[in-house]
């Protein structure tokens, strides 16, 4: 064993059952000295269990203790969840539909949309029926687009699903222009027949436009 120059203390402390048995015995039975004797280590994040007598320090512990923490308690939304129950109670109860119309087609929107229909119906009848699987198609399903879904938002009963709908219609009126311009780089359609029919468009999308700004004066 090593030891210190100078010095007749070892320079590691044996840890044996021999040194402790010698130790007691200088120590006689007199008293006892447990100055050199550590305190068992604790591991201050073993038990967290709530009790009267504990110490400051360790509830700093459980404080500090990251791995520990219970998630933040969550706000009961009762209030947000009476409110959308009783939103949906009304709509069932209700006897009107969004805008306070009594069936869909009362919508200016669709009954323009509904007017337009018919025409690009009775202009697929003159487009070369090479075109059926393509314009003819799109342009029909199109102008079915417009009005369904000014219906099946009205259906829903709430603003929100009327706008959306709204929007559907909007962009199928969009589209048909588009179709339109593509008769005509055909050579299936004249130019003032397109240009009567862009009008009646723009017509609808202005009362589609109307229909959405009611709507969305009506959400909550």
């Excluded at 591991?43 to 203790?65: E, F, L, Q, T």
């Excluded at 308690?73 to 119309?101: C, F, L, N």
Aim: glycine share 8%; charged share 35%; with cysteine.
């Amino acid at each position: 064993m090593a030891y210190k120059k100078g010095s007749d203390r070892p320079t590691v402390r044996r840890r044996d059952k021999d040194h402790a048995k010698e130790k007691k015995q200088d120590q006689g039975t007199g008293g006892s000295d447990k100055s050199d004797q550590r305190k068992p280590w604790r591991d201050p994040k073993a038990d967290h269990r709530p009790s009267r007598g504990r110490s400051d320090r360790d509830k700093r512990y459980d404080r500090n203790d990251r791995n520990d923490r219970r998630p933040a308690r969550i706000k009961p939304q009762a209030a947000y969840a009476a409110a959308q129950d009783e939103k949906w109670m009304r709509v069932a109860r209700s006897t009107t539909g969004p805008g306070g119309y009594l069936r869909y087609g009362d919508i200016p929107a669709h009954k323009l949309g509904r007017a337009l229909r018919i025409k690009l119906h009775e202009l697929c009848k003159t487009i070369d029926e090479q075109e059926r699987d393509n314009l003819i198609t799109r342009i029909k399903q199109a102008a079915t687009t417009v009005t369904a879904s000014l219906a099946s938002g009205f259906g829903e009963g709430v603003a929100d699903g009327g706008v959306q709908r709204a929007l559907a219609s909007r962009g199928a009126l969009v589209a048909i222009q588009d179709h339109l311009d593509q008769l005509q780089d055909q050579e299936m359609l004249a130019e003032e027949n397109r240009e009567a029919l862009r009008t009646e468009i723009d017509a609808v999308i202005v009362a589609v436009n109307e229909y959405m700004n009611m709507l969305t004066k009506m959400r909550p």
